[in-house]
């Protein structure tokens, strides 16, 4: 690391001059610029799939059409391996709990256009409507001690989790491990402007 003090260098600077210094770290770009990948880390395309490492920062562009970005959305993702499923015959809770212990996690800021940002804000207000409908049902079905409306309301409750999980979500992990993330759901256009993996 270099440890010269910007004010040395703009001291020296015409009036007008930007304070800019061209020779500073990289830091985070919003402006759009096609191929910046900013942070420590590295972000890579391999076929369909975006892969980055766990501290990388992504590109400042939509991931869903490559436009500039205006709203970043951190995205908590977690994997395991698709095998556990496996353990869903043994039981439900069997599963969940094994998932809980042994899913990988990561963190990974995902850019949306406007556009892009505000058509997910819908969809994520249709899948909390549709939530509140079923506690509405199954609230309801307490009242008029009705199975029917108790049925309904795990019905629209399950209809919920799928569209969150559909709609809502954005990218799909498909491997995450200590030092890597893999994801599917991000445009060609924007696979196509980063480098290829292992190339
Ligand atoms: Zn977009």
């Known amino acids: 690391m270099s440890d010269y003090k910007p004010s040395q260098l703009t001291m020296r600077q015409a009036p007008g001059a930007t304070l800019e210094n061209p020779y500073s770290a990289p830091r985070s770009d919003y402006s759009g610029n096609s191929r910046t990948v900013a942070g420590n880390g590295r972000v890579w395309h ?35 391996s ?34 892009h940002a505000q058509s997910r804000q819908r969809k994520a207000w249709i899948a909390w409507g549709l939530f509140g409908a079923s506690v ?37 992990p498909v491997r995450i491990d200590d030092r890597q993330v893999r994801l599917k759901g991000v445009c060609r256009d924007y696979l196509n402007s980063l480098n290829k993996f292992g190339g």
């Open 46 to 80: 391999e076929g369909d799939e975006l892969v980055m490492d766990k501290d990388a920062e992504l590109p400042a562009r939509c991931i869903k059409c490559n436009g500039p970005e205006s709203k970043r959305v951190l995205k908590k993702l977690s994997w395991h």
């Open 82 to 115: 698709p095998w556990l499923y496996l353990l869903i015959f043994a039981g439900l809770l069997v599963y969940a709990i094994v998932a809980v212990i042994v899913s990988k996690r990561a963190k990974v800021g995902i850019g949306l256009c406007a556009a």
């Open 136 to 172: 509405l049902s199954f609230i309801g079905s307490g009242v008029a001690d009705s199975g029917a409306l108790a049925g309904i309301g795990f019905l629209v409750l399950i209809a919920s989790g799928v569209f969150c999980a559909l709609a809502v979500r954005l990218v799909q």
